[in-house]
């Protein structure tokens, strides 16, 4: 089976950074997009950014271009996400996800039970 997990959330203040992994079982990262998506209770989920086969194939969604930075190790089929600069509007649960599509992030297909992410002025 297919097993993600996120962890690297926490409460900090605005301003501050976090860094968040992932390390996948049941799949190899190389193979698929990898990436990371966020939901506030309420509201419909929203793709943060994600990494296909190649870097042509890289996504980083509007509102957090120039502060969070995507990675992946492939020796160690884990995924990151450096996150800088943190907002308040930052505040979520992130989930670790992979779609199977190699070439894009829509419908993510697995992921794990996410990490709480809380940034306060």
């Known amino acids: 089976d297919v097993q993600l997990q996120a962890s690297g959330g926490g409460l900090v203040q605005t301003g501050d950074s976090l860094r968040l992994s992932c390390a996948a079982s049941?799949?190899?990262?190389?193979?698929?997009?990898v990436g990371w998506f966020r939901q506030v209770p309420g509201k419909e989920q929203e793709w943060v950014s994600c990494s296909g086969v190649t870097d042509e194939y890289a996504y980083v969604r509007d509102s957090v271009k120039g502060r969070f930075t995507i990675s992946k190790d492939g020796a160690k089929n884990t995924v990151y996400l450096q996150m800088n600069s943190l907002q308040p509007e930052d505040t979520a649960v992130y989930y670790c996800?992979?779609?199977?599509?190699?070439?894009?992030?829509?419908?993510?297909?697995?992921w794990g039970q996410g990490t709480q992410v809380t940034v306060s002025s």
């Open positions: 049941g799949l190899t990262f190389t193979s698929y997009t």
């Open positions: 996800a992979v779609d199977n599509d190699p070439y894009a992030c829509a419908t993510p297909d697995y």
